[in-house]
């Protein structure tokens, strides 16, 4: 089990900044990937990116270019940058960790609330 604690939520205007913040704890040497999660309001859970062990990112086609993860694996942290937020971006943000098997290893906790609006 992985428990994993987000930060780094807010209010911004559009074309704003935010970093969201994440560590993990627990069953770290299972640990295959760290992601970024969000879901809108009466959406589904998403994924907004993820970087490997071998400092590999992906990134959701909708973020590429405006969001950047950064990930520190002696930390045990993972963060997002995003930059030029637009006001579909809003959503609770959660992170988890991933396994070999792209099993979640962590629990979904409250997330993260990123709010874009003028």
């Known amino acids: 089990q992985v428990h994993v604690v987000e930060s780094g939520g807010g209010l911004v205007q559009p074309g704003g900044s935010l970093r969201l913040s994440c560590e993990a704890s627990?069953?770290?040497?299972?640990?295959?990937?760290m992601g970024w999660y969000r879901r809108a309001p009466a959406g589904l859970r998403e994924l907004v990116a993820a970087m490997n062990n071998e400092g590999t990112p992906n990134y959701n086609d909708r973020v590429m270019g405006r969001f950047t993860i950064y990930r520190d694996n002696a930390k045990n942290t993972v963060d997002l940058q995003m930059n030029s937020l637009r006001p579909e971006d809003r959503a609770v943000y959660y992170c988890n960790a991933i396994d070999r098997s792209l099993q979640h290893l962590g629990s979904w906790g409250q997330g993260t609330q990123v709010t874009v609006s003028s």
């Open positions: 627990g069953s770290i040497g299972s640990i295959y990937a």
